[in-house]
């Protein structure tokens, strides 16, 4: 049993580990071993998904701040690619 | 649409027709990148109109050049010619401030950014916050956090358009929304009507959890 529990603590990483590779984890910035032991530590530990959930917050909120794209500029940049690679533009 | 003098003198110096070739991988690599370069250089240049001069500045080098890229990574590639077109933009604006381009981006980050009403529509209150500490930032950590926050791009990405290493993009941004969240922490999630309870929540903690505590 006790040998068990400090193989499981060797695979598992501690809290504090996964505090500092939380927010690569949010981004999509970890690899794909690294990113399956946060998400299994995150869901057996009520702390660390609190903090994980408060940055995934933030994200969030960041990300419905940018500002759209105006349509008609995207337009008009997509009419400036078509005259370039039409060799319109002289 | 008029050009701007410096894109017509780029273009003078291009092919007057592509190559077939040249047209299908432009077609292929460059168009499908417009909304982010835009995004991008509207970050960078914080102006629509020096945004699109600068995207149409980096589409007609990337067009000339397009036949010597290898066909990976184009965003990394793009990024890389908009950073250089922008250097170039900056050194003819400004040719006292030459040496180094990311005080030039910090300088042309200076404005807060807009949340538009049909964006805020899940918790208003926590955007508001949000934004709030967003604009309390240093530009060094406002610049890599609407990078990859609010245009998209990975940490590589970021680096690139940066000209800094990965590990300092990495760096800032996590300190970066660190600080937002003792922002909110401190100055709590205020409303537009401090005394209603209903839209005065209180500080950040109520809703998620204390931040201080210590890792396990």
């Not at chain 2, 017509?8 to 110096?13: A, E, K």
């Not at chain 2, 240049?45 to 980096?58: F, G, H, K, M, P």
């Amino acid at each position: 049993m006790i040998v068990n529990r400090f193989l499981e603590r060797l695979r598992n990483p501690s809290c504090k580990e996964v505090l500092k590779t939380v927010q690569s984890y949010l981004d999509g910035e970890v690899d794909v071993e690294t990113a399956r032991r946060v998400a299994a530590h995150l869901a057996d530990c009520p702390d660390c998904n609190v903090e994980s959930e408060v940055y995934r917050s933030i994200k969030t909120s960041l990300a419905n701040a940018a500002e759209p794209v105006d349509p008609e500029v995207l337009a008009g940049l997509r009419a400036f690619s078509e005259r370039l690679v039409a060799g319109e533009m002289e | 649409m008029l050009l701007p003098v410096r894109s017509c003198i780029v273009l003078l110096m291009t092919p007057p027709i592509g190559t077939s070739s040249q047209q299908a991988r432009f077609n292929e690599f460059v168009v499908p990148q417009l909304d982010l370069l835009y995004r991008t250089a509207r970050s960078l240049t914080r102006s629509q109109s020096d945004a699109e001069d600068l995207v149409q500045e980096t589409l007609l080098r990337a067009f000339r050049a397009i036949e010597r890229f290898d066909g990976r990574y184009p965003k990394a590639w793009l990024l890389t010619i908009m950073r250089n077109a922008n250097i170039n933009r900056a050194r003819k604006k400004t040719p006292d401030l030459l040496d180094d381009p990311e005080l030039t981006f910090e300088r042309s980050t200076r404005h807060a950014l807009t949340v538009t009403p049909e964006d805020n529509v899940v918790d208003p209150i926590f955007d508001s916050a949000v934004q709030k500490a967003f604009d309390r930032l240093s530009a060094s950590f406002r610049n890599v956090v609407e990078l990859v926050d609010l245009n998209g791009l990975s940490y590589a990405e970021a680096a690139e358009i940066l000209g800094v290493p990965v590990g300092t993009v990495m760096s800032r941004l996590h300190r970066a929304r660190k600080r937002i969240r003792d922002d909110i922490n401190e100055h709590g999630l205020e409303s537009e009507r401090p005394d209603d309870p209903a839209t005065n929540p209180g500080p950040l903690e109520t809703q998620h959890s204390d931040p201080q505590r210590s890792a396990g």
